[in-house]
C-alpha cells in the first residue's frame, strides 16, 4: 500500500497543507482541522479532474494518508488532549519549552523533535494493545 504524506504547517494567519510526495494536491485553513478537510477536498478534485492513466503511481492504487505536523501545529491541534504536564511526563521535554514550541517563540532541533515523535509513537502502540 502507497502512504500519501500531507505536511501541515502553521504559517502567521493560516495552516497550509500540501502533499510532499505527489505534487498538485494542497489545501489552507484558520485551523488544522480546516486545512486536512481543505487537502482532503483538493485531493478528490486532484483525482476526479483526471483520467486514470493521467494520475501519479502513488494515486493508481490502495493509499493511506499520513499527516505529517511541524510541531507547533501539532501542540496547537492537540492542546485539549494533551496537557503540558502530560507531554513533559510523555516526551521529558520541560513545560515551559514545550511552551515555546506551541507559541513559535522557539522552533525545536531535529533531535527533539524526533524525541516528540518516538514519545508518540510510544504512547500509541501502548494504546493499541489496551482492551477495556
Known amino acids: 500500500m502507497n502512504t500519501l504524506k500531507i505536511i501541515i504547517e502553521k504559517s502567521s494567519d493560516y495552516y497550509s497543507a500540501y502533499a510532499d510526495n505527489c505534487d498538485g494536491i494542497y489545501g489552507a485553513g484558520k485551523t ?3 486545512a486536512k478537510e481543505n487537502v482532503l477536498e483538493g485531493l478528490r478534485l486532484f483525482i476526479e479532474s483526471r483520467h486514470t492513466n493521467e494520475l501519479p ?3 493508481k ?3 493511506e ?4 505536523f ?3 501545529s501539532f501542540l496547537k491541534f492537540f492542546e485539549g488532549i494533551f496537557s503540558k504536564p502530560a507531554l513533559e511526563k510523555l ?3 520541560n513545560q515551559k519549552q514545550l511552551h515555546h514550541y506551541a507559541s513559535g517563540m522557539r522552533k ?3 533531535a527533539q523533535c524526533e524525541k516528540i515523535g518516538r514519545a508518540l509513537h510510544g ?3 501502548e494504546l493499541m494493545s489496551v482492551e477495556l
Open 32 to 34: 488544522v482541522e480546516e
Open 108 to 110: 525545536p532541533r531535529k
Open 65 to 68: 494518508i499520513v499527516y505529517k
Open 61 to 63: 492504487s490502495e493509499y
Open 70 to 72: 511541524d510541531v507547533q
Open 57 to 59: 503511481d502513488i494515486l
Open 123 to 125: 504512547l500509541g502502540k
Open 91 to 93: 516526551t521529558g521535554i
